[in-house]
T-cell receptor
Framework: SAVISQKPSRDICQRGTSLTIQCQVDSQVTMMFWYRQQPGQSLTLIATANQGSEATYESGFVIDKFPISRPNLTFSTLTVSNMSPEDSSIYLC?????????????FGPGTRLLVL | DQQVKQNSPSLSVQEGRISILNCDYTNSMFDYFLWYKKYPAEGPTFLISISSIKDKNEDGRFTVFLNKSAKHLSLHIVPSQPGDSAVYFCAASGSGSARQLTFGSGTQLTVLP
């Protein structure tokens, strides 16, 4: 499976600031996804990022708050804008590959964000 | 509205015994199901998947069973090992443009030595 890295691995940020999270894949992939896992919660899809098109956001997530870039087939960024303590979460990127019986998503190690 | 549910937040099993993790879903459009394992401070690791056209898929110590009529799937781990202690998430997706994953809330498995 693809090897996925994320930067930063963790950060502590002040309220009102913004943080950009990078996701790098070691192979070209069409579909990349960004998820959030709030403390004690499951993973929730933020948006789907396809190269060459605008990201598609899930209900409850908007581009002004979570702008995404996808400049090529191996890289994407997610920005968490104007942060508040409620944005404290683990942010994960994933890529889709064909594996076994169908398309499977593989995840990066995550970025742990704490907003004070 | 939780479309994928894992009703047991935790499970403890003795080493060498079988671990059975359960998952229920409500959306009949789901046709592909996956299990992930997650250690603290790491991203989820893909374990095993099953298509809705099958009722069983096996990979080493891991077997996933799907009961479509009951909208229920389970993950069996046998024999369980202490290294299996982690949070296990089930996830489901549809086909085509509905391929995004919907995750359950997770089950913390603890395998006791």
């Amino acid at each position: 499976s693809a090897v996925i890295s994320q930067k930063p691995s963790r950060d502590i940020c002040q309220r009102g600031t913004s943080l950009t999270i990078q996701c790098q894949v070691d192979s070209q992939v069409t579909m990349m996804f960004w998820y959030r896992q709030q403390p004690g919660q499951s993973l929730t899809l933020i948006a789907t990022a396809n190269q060459g098109s605008e990201a598609t956001y899930e209900s409850g997530f908007v581009i002004d708050k979570f702008p995404i870039s996808r400049p090529n087939l191996t890289f994407s960024t997610l920005t968490v804008s104007n942060m508040s303590p409620e944005d404290s979460s683990i942010y994960l990127c994933s890529v889709e590959e064909l594996a076994g019986v169908g398309e499977t998503q593989y995840f990066g190690p995550g970025t742990r964000l704490l907003v004070l | 509205d939780q479309q994928v549910k894992q009703n047991s937040p935790s499970l403890s099993v003795q080493e060498g015994r079988i671990s059975i993790l359960n998952c229920d879903y409500t959306n009949s459009m789901f046709d592909y199901f996956l299990w992930y394992k997650k250690y603290p401070a790491e991203g989820p690791t893909f374990l095993i998947s099953i298509s809705s056209i099958k009722d069983k898929n096996e990979d080493g110590r891991f077997t996933v069973f799907l009961n479509k009529s009951a909208k229920h799937l389970s993950l069996h781990i046998v024999p369980s090992q202490p290294g299996d202690s982690a949070v296990y998430f089930c996830a489901a997706s549809g086909s085509g443009s509905a391929r995004q994953l919907t995750f359950g809330s997770g089950t913390q498995l603890t395998v006791l030595p």
